[in-house]
């Protein structure tokens, strides 16, 4: 496994190079998304053809509209196809793992993004699944210790705080990682707390909203919540502002145009930004560099910073979806 880590991108010369070249004119790479009705996906797809076009690469964009099943269809079809490379959003960690195999064997570089390959249980971010050439993602476990971190400089600490968590959809590594991060800084610091609720959503302010409402008639007096992506907390704000409830709002995923509006507002109270069109870009590198060199090595981690963001430093964390 070789780790890189980033806080932007620059496109190598070699890209550019390509980008005039015969082999970049004629190659083409896709990438299946986890699903586009995502604002975050949106902003993936938009990085990858950026990074594409700008190499002079076709790229190809599918999505499978938040299906396991259409993710595997998609993949056949690029194969078939016979794309020179293929990018994905994985939607199950675990069923991912045969995805690559297939792709392996059809001799086409592979790279996941945002999502890991392989059950989070038993394998760790940084053991990449070998047959990938590339995982590009946050360090998920890293952004729940950076909530963590902002919701110590909140929460008292003379007596015993009550958190409640806004998970995102099952099936996503992100989700157990997030709060194994959350709750593993929050015991680091030898705060006393209580996790009162955790409940799944599908990514959508609508999910977070109906969520937070449960969490709040069941415990009106909770101290905080945690949501695993800016979208949920956006619907929580207004489970919050409907109930009259003081409790903190914090969220990790940030750096959305929504959510950055919302803590400038005052309406949460702040996050962990991550850039998805970067991500985008990098994936696309990772796998220009699969092609262009196939002696590179497989089982890249690429990951990059997350930096925490309140009202006061937003201006460190530019919307990117």
């Not at 955790?198 to 909770?222: H, K, R």
């Amino acid at each position: 496994m070789i780790n890189k880590t980033t806080g932007a991108l620059g496109l190598s010369a070699g890209l550019a190079l390509a980008a005039g070249s015969a082999f970049a004119q004629d190659s083409t790479y896709g990438y299946v998304a986890g699903s586009m009705i995502y604002p975050y996906n949106v902003s993936t797809a938009q990085g990858f053809e950026e990074a594409a076009e700008a190499a002079g690469v076709r790229a190809v964009v599918l999505d499978p509209q938040g299906d396991v099943e259409k993710q595997g269809n998609a993949i056949d079809d690029l194969i078939a196809q016979g794309v020179d490379a293929i990018g994905f959003l994985p939607l199950d960690s675990v069923v991912a793992e045969s995805f690559v195999d297939k792709i392996t064997e059809a001799g086409i570089p592979s790279a996941a993004i945002a999502v890991q390959v392989g059950d989070p249980a038993t394998r760790a971010l940084e053991d990449v699944y070998p047959n990938l050439n590339a995982l590009v993602t946050p360090d998920d476990a890293f952004a729940g210790e950076q909530a963590a971190t902002l919701a110590l400089t909140m929460l008292p600490t003379d007596r015993t705080v009550k958190i409640a968590i806004v998970e995102g959809a099952p099936g996503y590594s992100a989700v157990t990682q997030r709060t194994l991060g959350f709750t593993r800084a929050l015991d680091a610091a030898g705060i006393s707390y209580e996790i009162v609720g955790s409940q799944p959503t599908d990514w959508t302010p609508e999910e977070g909203e109906a969520v937070c409402q449960n969490f709040l008639t069941s415990n009106p007096d909770i101290d905080l919540i945690f949501s695993q992506a800016d979208d949920m907390a956006l619907g929580c704000a207004r489970a919050l502002d409907a109930a009259g409830s003081d409790a903190f709002l914090i969220a990790t995923s940030g750096g959305s145009t929504l959510g950055n509006a919302a803590i400038e507002a005052g309406e949460l109270d702040g996050s962990v930004c991550v850039k998805p069109r970067l991500l985008g870009q990098l994936m696309f590198e990772a796998l220009h560099e699969a092609v262009t060199n196939p002696d590179s090595p497989k089982g890249q981690l690429v990951s990059v910073d997350l930096p925490i963001i309140t009202k006061d430093n937003l201006d460190t964390c530019p919307a990117e979806w």
